[in-house]
């Protein structure tokens, strides 16, 4: 299920290319996008160069300050897109332990949907995303803790949940199975 290292590569060329775009676009220089995203600037012009695989986190504080939704980073724009599970990007947190797939990349969307994968015994913090956005997951399969703004929620098989994706909050996995979720973000930016 793993990326050909072709395919990665790809990715990776067209992430920075993208990046590198949007900042021009913004007329931000990488020392004005480094001090609003908290991004060193070596990391970002080695991203820019596809130089460096970056990390959902680092991916996040830039999306976040551009102001732009995270699968703007990957944009792909087609009139018709198919996703299969298991094949395509994944993305993986820090620590490797939560994994994402992007359903689908759309730039110009307010919407994201995602595959998300949690290990088993594990858990993931995920950066607080942009303000005005919504986060929901619906459970595919296992069962999970969802912590909102300290208040915990359990959910089963097909349980869905929704909430302020600015607000803190983990996916916490206390099974030993992987747990899968759909994730979708609706940006209110």
């Known amino acids: 299920m793993k990326m050909e290292i072709d395919d990665t590569k790809q990715v990776v060329l067209q992430v920075g290319a993208v990046l590198k775009r949007l900042r021009k676009e913004k007329q931000l220089s990488l020392e004005d996008l480094s001090e609003i995203s908290g991004v060193s600037k070596l990391t970002l012009g080695n991203i820019e160069r596809g130089e460096t695989n970056p ?34 990007l994944r993305i993986a947190g820090d620590e490797g332990n939560w994994v994402i797939e992007p359903i689908f990349q759309n730039a110009n969307s307010e919407i994201e949907m995602y595959r ?41 098989e097909y349980d869905s949940i929704s909430f302020s994706a600015n607000s803190a909050h983990s996916y916490i996995n206390t099974s030993n199975n992987v747990v899968v979720l759909h994730i979708l973000l609706k940006y209110g930016i």
Not at 58 to 73: E, G, H, R, T, V
Not at 127 to 140: D, I, P
């Open 116 to 156: 998300a994968y949690l290990q088993p015994n594990s858990s993931y913090i995920p950066e607080k995303h942009h303000q005005n956005t919504t986060e929901l997951a619906t459970v595919m399969s296992g069962m999970i803790t969802i912590n909102v703004n300290n208040e915990s929620y359990t959910l089963n």
């Open 55 to 88: 990390t959902i986190g680092m991916l996040w504080k830039i999306s976040k300050s551009l102001s732009i939704p995270l699968m703007a980073l990957f944009s792909t724009e087609k009139s018709v897109n198919l996703s299969r599970a298991g094949s395509g």
